[in-house]
């Protein structure tokens, strides 16, 4: 079974600095997709990036990158100028197409702080 | 617009009660999820339902039905509710050929007393 791991519960960040957050997954198959969800105090689940991994090159989505290394199974997520609406918890999530199933598998998460 | 509306947003019900959450979605998509985040924050799949039929079931307990009028609604009822029901649950969708990114509504939070 794929899993994915969160290996920060809880970080913080300075205004306008940088921060990585950190992901890696567990899987047999060679096509798949690995997301970035946050989820501010709201409770809305908002999609932050995408990541298909077929795709060498890293995605990018204004100040948010990711580091997608697939030998090594890891998909960390970088905030660039970090602001105060960037405070929320952060998920990790992968999926598989194949089989019919498109269920998401999330990382427990990462409540991420970002300080005036 | 809205583009996955889940109602209600807070519902709080006594032990053995029966209760129905109802999602819609207007992006045209054609699945349609159920996840659960449990009170650590941890989401779950439950349900995923394509062209109305139900291609995804966890080991979900049977009290758990979900129930698609269309393409466009998938609502969640849940018989005899027990305390660990409470959670909070949210509804999403996506196209089953792709894009594959899922898209949320505002979730709803149970609490069973």
């Known amino acids: 079974a794929q899993t994915v791991t969160q290996s920060q519960p809880e970080m913080s960040v300075q205004e306008a600095e940088t921060v990585t957050l950190s992901c890696t997954y567990d899987t047999s198959e060679s096509n798949y997709y690995l997301f970035w969800y946050k989820q501010p105090p709201s409770r809305q689940m908002i999609l932050v990036i995408r990541q298909e991994a077929y795709k060498q090159q890293n995605a990018t989505e204004n100040r948010f990158s990711v580091n997608f290394q697939k030998a090594a199974k890891s998909f960390s997520l970088k905030i660039s100028d970090s602001q105060l609406g960037d405070t929320a918890m952060y998920f990790c999530?992968?999926?598989?197409?194949?089989?019919?199933?498109?269920?998401?598998?999330f990382g427990k998460g990462t409540k991420l702080s970002v300080i005036p | 617009d809205t583009a996955v509306s889940q109602t209600p947003k807070y519902l709080v019900t006594q032990m053995g009660n029966d209760k129905s959450i109802k999602c819609e979605q207007n992006?045209?998509?054609?699945?349609m999820y159920w996840y659960k985040q449990d009170s650590k924050k941890f989401l779950k799949i439950m349900f995923s339902?394509?062209?109305?039929?139900?291609?995804i079931n966890e080991t979900v307990p049977n009290r758990f039905s979900p129930k698609s009028p269309d393409k466009a609604h998938l609502n969640l009822h849940i018989n005899s509710l027990e305390l660990g029901d409470s959670a909070v649950y949210f509804c999403?969708?996506?196209?089953?050929?792709?894009?594959?990114?899922?898209?949320f509504g505002p979730g709803t939070r149970l609490t069973v007393t």
């Open positions: 992006l045209g998509h054609d699945t």
């Open positions: 999530a992968y999926l598989y197409s194949g089989a019919g199933s498109y269920q998401l598998t």
């Open positions: 999403a969708s996506s196209q089953i050929h792709g894009p594959y990114e899922q898209y």
């Open positions: 339902y394509n062209n109305k039929e139900l291609i």
